[in-house]
């Protein structure tokens, strides 16, 4: 029986997760930088490697209760972890914002996912 493809590792563009990092700090975060950490598997490395990528986290108070499970889903629903959503899409606004309205950061990246574009455009993935 043939099985899909495993994971690959996942590449958060530098530029992407500095500007996370910057914005999230913005209303009194501390988010760890993740550049480069080895994380959980995820099909958002495969991603990482057609398109830059980023992969941000944002955390609040879950009473210690490790991830996945419903203690933790518990937590998820206090305004500390509302606050954390809003904190999170406030700092990818951000980015995208920063991104967007830097010529030379939009030509790069636009550069670097031109390829991936101008196959899907053909019908078929890029090498």
Do not use: C, W
Request: aromatic content about 4%.
């Amino acid at each position: 029986m043939q099985r899909g493809h495993d994971f690959a590792d996942l590449r958060q563009d530098p530029f992407l997760t500095s500007a996370y990092l910057r914005s999230a700090r913005a209303p009194g975060r501390d988010p760890a930088p993740r550049h480069g950490e080895l994380m959980a598997s995820t099909d958002m490395g495969n991603v990482s490697h057609a398109v830059p990528s980023l992969h941000p986290r944002i955390g609040y108070d879950a009473g210690g209760a490790l991830q996945h499970t419903a203690d933790f889903a518990r937590h998820g629903t206090g305004t500390g972890a509302d606050r954390a959503v809003l904190d999170g899409a406030t700092a990818l606004a951000h980015v995208a914002v920063e991104l967007a309205t830097d010529p030379r950061r939009r030509a790069d990246f636009l550069s670097r996912v031109e390829p991936r574009r101008a196959a899907a455009g053909a019908g078929h993935e890029p090498n």
